[in-house]
């Protein structure tokens, strides 16, 4: 299990490391990095997903380890508290950025529109209150990105729970 320690609330999110082992490697050593830490969800979009995991509250990037693999043919679905990797158009390009959905995305699911999808590695098993609450928010334009929030919603820890 992962807590996230939000401005907004906790999220509790468990890990499926059988179906998507090295995602779940690859993020719990962010979370054991305190790479996380002090940063925010920079994209939030109604009724689609909110993300988080690459800037700090003034909009800066944090750098990252090399991307991994995508483990999206992994028979996880991208439904209403899962969680996936946030990637580019490049298939293989993942590193430390995630999104919660907050509606059914099938058409991020294995095999999506580029014959890979998003890798889905885990769901939220408390706190999808806060998630909800965090979609809703203002979003602006900022520092060359769209659909970021108003306010800043910090992520003011992550860490690994029981």
């Known amino acids: 299990?992962?807590?996230?320690?939000?401005?907004?609330?906790d999220i509790v999110i468990e890990l499926d490391h059988e179906k998507a082992p090295k995602t779940c490697e690859n993020f719990e050593q962010y979370v054991r990095d305190g790479h996380y830490d002090d940063t925010i969800f920079h994209r939030v979009i109604t009724n689609f997903m909110i993300q988080g995991g690459g800037f700090t509250k003034e909009m800066e990037q944090k750098p990252t380890r090399d991307p991994i693999e995508n483990e999206a043919k992994n028979g996880l679905k991208n439904t209403v508290g899962s969680i996936a990797m946030a990637r580019t158009q490049a298939p293989h390009s993942a590193s430390a950025q995630f999104f919660i959905n907050v509606r059914d995305n099938v058409f991020l699911d294995h095999p999506g529109q580029d014959g890979w999808g998003y890798c889905v590695f885990g769901r939220v098993t408390d706190g999808m209150d806060v998630v909800d609450q965090i979609q809703l928010v203002d979003t602006t334009d900022r520092a060359g990105h769209s659909d970021v929030p108003a306010n800043p919603i910090l992520i003011e820890k992550a860490e690994i729970s029981a």
């Open 1 to 9: 299990m992962i807590t996230l320690k939000t401005s907004m609330g």
